[in-house]
């Protein structure tokens, strides 16, 4: 893979950042943003138990989805208390995502200010994400088409984006929005995966406080390094083209697939990962 730095900064205004990378669609890492928040001090896992401590939270894993099953389900379920207590005690896979403060902590949208950025964010879903100190999360990107304002706390993590037309070098699963189940973006087999060593993207180490803008469509890869948590913020599509092709992915795309999944089951998803291999294979004979 060809990983180059990604445009660091300590500071941006709303006009810098508009032209040189929100209208672009080009990612940048804003050192420290969230420490500018009054009350950044209670964005630690200790505020989190305090304040949802006995709230029953889904967990997962770093195993693939089960090929027969329609949905992702949890692997475990407890109290987002315990579930603390446990990543900070222990190396542990386990992570929480897509939590939605609104509905689970809303004591917490006193304790942020949104950027002013010319984002034009979706206030209804800033959206908590969790992982333990081994948690990692397929190579995807977000089926809705959000620009993402993406902050880190309490604890290290490695990004890696790839703009989205990079993803037929990543092995992209058709009628999906990840990539292969077996491809190891921490140590990739370059012999199984030839075409990956033509991917063209850019390798992130956050820091608590930091903001990564990752604009919509990116392909992206997380992996916790040390127990933490993180806020998205989303800006849906406003653009014709995109908010089609938006609407094309959830309505079509995915519910085309489920189907699919539904009425062959592992052969259907087989079939994708062949296919995928397949596709991105043949894009070798262009190099």
């Keep these: 893979m060809y990983l180059s730095q990604i445009d660091t900064v300590d500071k941006i ?16 890492l804003i050192r420290g943003l969230a420490k500018t928040w009054n009350a950044y001090e209670k964005w630690n896992l200790n505020y989190i138990a305090q304040q949802a401590g006995d709230q029953i939270v889904d967990l997962y894993d770093n195993k693939p989805a089960d090929p027969n099953k329609a949905t992702n389900e949890p692997v475990a379920k407890m109290k987002m208390r315990e579930y603390i207590d446990l990543i900070k005690r222990e190396p542990s896979d386990l992570r929480i995502f897509f939590f939605i403060i609104t509905d689970k902590i809303p004591e917490l949208l006193k304790n942020f200010s949104y950027p002013d950025l010319g984002f034009k964010y979706f206030k209804r879903i800033p959206t ?17 088409l959000a620009d993402l304002l993406h902050f880190q706390f309490e604890g290290r993590k490695r990004v890696l984006l790839f703009p989205n ?28 995966f030839p075409a990956l060593k033509f991917a063209r993207g850019y390798e992130i180490f956050m820091e608590p406080g930091d903001a990564l803008f990752m604009p919509s469509g990116y392909w992206h890869f997380n992996r916790y390094l040390e127990p933490g948590f993180s806020i998205s913020l989303r800006s849906f599509p406003s653009a014709p083209g995109r908010l ?39 894009t070798l004979k262009n190099h």
């Excluded at 309505?251 to 397949?278: C, G, H, P, S």
């Design 244 to 282: 089609i092709r938006m609407l094309k992915e959830v309505f079509v795309m995915r519910y085309t697939d489920k189907i699919l999944r539904k009425i062959f089951k592992k052969k259907w998803v087989n079939y994708k990962q062949r296919r995928a291999f397949e596709k991105s294979n043949e």
């Design 13 to 28: 205004d709303k006009k810098e950042f508009l032209e040189k990378y929100f209208k672009p669609k080009k990612p940048v």
């Design 128 to 144: 908590l994400f969790f992982g333990g100190s081994e948690a990692r999360v397929l190579m995807h990107y977000d089926i809705d």
């Design 165 to 192: 037309d990079q993803g037929v070098y990543l092995y992209k699963v058709p009628l999906s929005v990840h990539t292969v189940y077996n491809l190891n973006y921490e140590t990739p087999d370059m012999g199984q």
